[in-house]
C-alpha cells in the first residue's frame, strides 16, 4: 500500500514541536530563520552521536565557553580538544569536529549539502541534519530515533534502514512545508521522548494515523537488532610511579584511541595473581602494590574486568616502545577515556595492599625494554 504523504501525515508533529519541545542548549528561538550559529548545531550533533542529552549538556556548555567559534577551536592544539572532550567517548567525533573546524575557519560554511557532507566527519546524516536545523535546507536526516518512529508510523517490516532512500524522498516535500528545521527537530524529539523503543502512544500527536499502533504492532517494529556477546577480558591497569613521574601510553596517532594518554594494561591471564605481595617480593618497589576494588568497563564489543594499581619504584627504568614517563604535574592536563580516568582519580583516594596481586617483577619486566 503506497504511503500517506508526509505533509499530511506529519502535519500534527509542528504544533506538537512548538508546545512540547524541550529547552536544549544549541536550540534556536526562531524555528523559521536560519540558526544564528550553525557552529553550535555541528557541535551537538557531533556530541549528540551515541550520547544521551543529558550527558551531553554540560560538555556542550563547558566547549562553547572553551571554543566559542570554529576558529577558536581550529587554533586550539590536540590535547587540549581531546581534554575538553574527556569522558564523552567516541574521540574521532572530537578529531572529526576540528578538523571540520579547521575547514570552515580557513574557507567559511559550505553553501550545499554536498559541500557540507564533504567536511570531515560529516556523514550523509550529520550534512543532512546540520543542514536542515542550522540553514533550513530541506534535507532528510534520518537518525535512529527518526528510523524507528517512521517504521512504526508507516508499518514498515524489517529494518527500516533498508528503506532510507525511499522514506528521505518521501519526507523532502513535509520538510519544505512545515520548516526543515521545526520538522527534522520535531521527528528526533518525538523519537526520543515519546515514541521511544517502549512507546508512550497515549501522548503521541501521530497516533491517529500511525500504522503501527493501529495494527497493535509496536512493540515489534522495528524489529530489534541482536547485538553479539561482548567478548569478556581481564586486565591489570597500571599506574606506575618513579621519581615524579607516571609511566604512561603516549596516544596513538590513527585508531579508537587515537589522542588519548592510556596507563599501561596488562592481561590478567598471561600475569596472574600469584600469592601475598610485599615489597621484599619484587624487584625495587619503595611500596607495595596498592590496589582498588575493580569494576566492569563496557563497550560495545567487549567487556573488561578491570582491576587497578598502583607501583611506586625507586627509579625508573627504560620503559618499553609506547610507553613514557610523564611528569606526574602533568596527569591532570592529559586527555585519558573514561577507563583510564577512573585509575586517576582512585590515586587520589586510600587504596588498599593486595593479597593475590601479581607479580611485580613480572609487569616491570613487560613494561621495560629490556
Ligand atoms: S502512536 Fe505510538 S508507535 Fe505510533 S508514532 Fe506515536 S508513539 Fe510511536
Same mark, same amino acid.
Given at each position: 500500500?503506497?504511503?500517506?504523504?508526509?505533509?499530511?501525515?506529519?502535519?500534527?508533529?509542528?504544533?506538537?514541536?512548538?508546545?512540547?519541545?524541550?529547552?536544549?542548549?544549541?536550540?534556536?528561538?526562531?524555528?523559521?530563520?536560519?540558526?544564528?550559529?550553525?557552529?553550535?548545531?555541528?557541535?551537538?550533533?557531533?556530541?549528540?552521536?551515541?550520547?544521551?542529552?543529558?550527558?551531553?549538556?554540560?560538555?556542550?556548555?563547558?566547549?562553547?565557553?572553551?571554543?566559542?567559534?570554529?576558529?577558536?577551536?581550529?587554533?586550539?592544539?590536540?590535547?587540549?580538544?581531546?581534554?575538553?572532550?574527556?569522558?564523552?567517548?567516541?574521540?574521532?567525533?572530537?578529531?572529526?569536529?576540528?578538523?571540520?573546524?579547521?575547514?570552515?575557519?580557513?574557507?567559511?560554511?559550505?553553501? %550545499?549539502?554536498?559541500?557540507?557532507?564533504?567536511?570531515?566527519?560529516?556523514?550523509?546524516?550529520? $550534512?543532512?541534519?546540520?543542514?536542515?536545523?542550522?540553514?533550513?535546507?530541506?534535507?532528510?536526516?534520518? %537518525?535512529?530515533?527518526?528510523?524507528?518512529?517512521?517504521?512504526?508510523?508507516?508499518?514498515?517490516?524489517?529494518?527500516?534502514?533498508?528503506?532510507?532512500?525511499?522514506?528521505?524522498?518521501?519526507?523532502?516535500?513535509?520538510?519544505?512545508?512545515?520548516?526543515?528545521?521545526?520538522?527534522?527537530?520535531?521527528?528526533?524529539?518525538?523519537?526520543?521522548?515519546?515514541?521511544?523503543?517502549?512507546?508512550?502512544?497515549? !501522548?503521541?500527536?501521530?497516533?491517529?494515523?500511525?500504522? $503501527?499502533?493501529?495494527?497493535?504492532?509496536?512493540?515489534?517494529?522495528?524489529?530489534?537488532?541482536?547485538?553479539?556477546?561482548?567478548?569478556?577480558?581481564?586486565?591489570?591497569?597500571?599506574?606506575?610511579?618513579?621519581?615524579?613521574?607516571?609511566? *604512561?601510553?603516549?596516544?596513538?596517532?590513527?585508531?579508537?584511541? $587515537?589522542?588519548?594518554?592510556?596507563?599501561?594494561? *596488562?592481561?590478567?591471564?598471561?600475569?596472574?595473581?600469584?600469592?601475598?605481595?610485599?615489597?621484599?617480593?619484587?624487584? !625495587?618497589?619503595?611500596?607495595?602494590?596498592?590496589?582498588?576494588?575493580?569494576?566492569?568497563?563496557?563497550?560495545?564489543?567487549?567487556?573488561?574486568?578491570?582491576?587497578?594499581?598502583?607501583?611506586?619504584?625507586?627509579?625508573?627504568?627504560?620503559?618499553?616502545?609506547?610507553?613514557?614517563?610523564?611528569?606526574?604535574?602533568?596527569?591532570?592536563?592529559?586527555? *585519558?577515556?573514561?577507563?583510564?580516568?577512573? *585509575?586517576?582519580?582512585?590515586?587520589?583516594?586510600?587504596?588498599?595492599?593486595?593479597?593475590?596481586?601479581?607479580?611485580?617483577?613480572?609487569?616491570?619486566?613487560?613494561?621495560?625494554?629490556?
Amino acid at each position: 500500500m503506497p504511503w500517506p504523504p508526509a505533509s499530511t501525515l506529519l502535519a500534527p508533529l509542528a504544533p506538537w514541536f512548538e508546545a512540547s519541545r524541550r529547552d536544549l542548549p544549541w536550540r534556536a528561538g526562531d524555528l523559521e530563520a536560519p540558526h544564528p550559529d550553525p557552529y553550535a548545531v555541528l557541535v551537538s550533533e557531533l556530541m549528540l552521536q551515541q550520547t544521551q542529552v543529558a550527558t551531553v549538556i554540560p560538555y556542550f556548555k563547558r566547549w562553547m565557553d572553551r571554543f566559542p567559534t570554529p576558529q577558536d577551536l581550529a587554533e586550539a592544539d590536540e590535547d587540549t580538544v581531546h581534554k575538553a572532550w574527556e569522558g564523552l567517548g567516541y574521540y574521532r567525533r572530537a578529531r572529526f569536529l576540528k578538523a571540520a573546524a579547521n575547514c570552515i575557519a580557513s574557507e567559511g560554511w559550505p553553501g %550545499d549539502l554536498e559541500g557540507l557532507a564533504g567536511l570531515p566527519g560529516l556523514g550523509p546524516y550529520t $550534512a543532512a541534519a546540520v543542514g536542515s536545523i542550522a540553514f533550513q535546507w530541506p534535507a532528510p536526516a534520518l %537518525d535512529g530515533n527518526a528510523f524507528r518512529v517512521l517504521a512504526r508510523l508507516l508499518l514498515i517490516e524489517g529494518d527500516p534502514k533498508a528503506r532510507a532512500g525511499d522514506l528521505r524522498a518521501w519526507l523532502a516535500p513535509a520538510l519544505a512545508a512545515h520548516g526543515p528545521s521545526r520538522l527534522t527537530q520535531a521527528l528526533m524529539e518525538l523519537g526520543a521522548t515519546v515514541c521511544a523503543p517502549a512507546p508512550a502512544c497515549g !501522548s503521541c500527536p501521530l497516533v491517529e494515523g500511525c500504522g $503501527a499502533r493501529l495494527a497493535g504492532r509496536t512493540a515489534e517494529i522495528p524489529p530489534v537488532a541482536k547485538r553479539p556477546t561482548p567478548k569478556a577480558s581481564a586486565l591489570w591497569l597500571v599506574a606506575m610511579e618513579a621519581e615524579g613521574h607516571m609511566l *604512561l601510553h603516549a596516544p596513538a596517532a590513527r585508531g579508537l584511541l $587515537a589522542g588519548l594518554w592510556r596507563w599501561p594494561a *596488562l592481561d590478567a591471564e598471561t600475569i596472574p595473581a600469584a600469592g601475598v605481595a610485599s615489597a621484599a617480593s619484587v624487584a !625495587s618497589p619503595a611500596a607495595p602494590l596498592v590496589a582498588w576494588p575493580g569494576w566492569t568497563q563496557i563497550y560495545t564489543h567487549r567487556r573488561e574486568a578491570v582491576s587497578p594499581l598502583y607501583l611506586r619504584l625507586e627509579a625508573r627504568f627504560e620503559a618499553a616502545e609506547g610507553l613514557c614517563w610523564v611528569p606526574a604535574g602533568d596527569l591532570s592536563r592529559l586527555p *585519558l577515556g573514561k577507563r583510564d580516568q577512573r *585509575l586517576r582519580d582512585l590515586l587520589a583516594t586510600p587504596g588498599q595492599a593486595l593479597l593475590e596481586a601479581p607479580d611485580s617483577a613480572l609487569l616491570i619486566q613487560t613494561l621495560s625494554m629490556a
